[in-house]
């Protein structure tokens, strides 16, 4: 009965690859974020999306790419990794802007080499 | 440019309270005071927010000046399972939000 479930949980890959993560979410929410936190345990937002629609895209670089086919999935695509790609990836989700909280994902370790 | 400020680091003995505080003071009359925290290796878990009152659920109280520029999280009982990064965030609510800016948070340690 998870909540917000990411997958992988685990991505090692190459530089130069290109690469999905998918997150799926049963609350019956209609916005959901991506999250990106570093070696150094920084969580920053990436990009939320509400009813489908983009709403925040925080100077991502153009290689990053969330789809959102209806309201219960955000999928990242990232093409050409880099190695400070390297980090943890979390899915989120809210009904609104959030304001009675967030429902975060696990997290995708995502390791390039 | 987180609008808080934490402490580092705590301490708590198991079983007894943990208070947690926050500093915000330039906090807007539009925005809730939100505490999350996240368990080593998982995601961040919402606990509490709050606008002007003291609010308490199944996990914690929330403390709220009357001036709103601090706040107090308190888990009455602190176990071990309670060592975790505990975020306070302040956002606003409504529209144009959509997004929770998370700071250093304070690493609080329930030691045995």
């Known amino acids: 009965d998870t909540a917000v479930s990411q997958t992988p949980k685990y991505l090692v890959t190459q530089m130069g690859n290109d690469k999905s993560i998918k997150c799926e979410q049963n609350l019956g929410h209609d916005t959901m974020y991506w999250y990106k936190q570093d070696s150094k345990k920084f969580l920053k937002i990436m990009f939320s999306?509400?009813?489908?629609?983009?709403?925040i895209n925080e100077t991502v670089p153009n290689r990053f790419s969330p789809k959102s086919p209806d309201k219960a999935h955000l999928n990242l695509h990232i093409n050409s990794l880099e190695l400070g790609d390297s980090a943890v990836y979390f899915c989120a989700s809210s009904a609104g802007s959030g304001t009675n909280g967030y429902t975060f994902g696990s997290g995708t370790r995502l390791t390039v080499v | 440019d987180a609008k808080t400020t934490q402490p580092t680091s705590m301490d708590c003995a198991e079983g007894r309270a943990a208070n947690l505080p926050c500093n915000h003071s330039?906090?807007?009359?539009?925005?809730?005071v939100y505490w999350y925290r996240q368990i080593h290796s998982q995601g961040p878990q919402y606990i509490i927010h709050?606008?002007?009152n003291n609010e308490t659920n199944e996990m914690a109280s929330l403390i709220i000046t009357e001036d709103r520029k601090s706040s107090t999280l308190i888990l009455p009982h602190a176990t071990l399972r309670d060592t975790a990064v505990y975020y306070c965030i302040v956002s606003p609510s409504g529209a144009g939000s959509y997004q929770l800016t998370f700071g250093k948070g304070t690493k609080l340690s329930v030691i045995p």
């Open positions: 330039t906090i807007s009359g539009n925005e809730y």
């Open positions: 709050g606008l002007k």
């Open positions: 999306y509400n009813n489908k629609e983009l709403i």
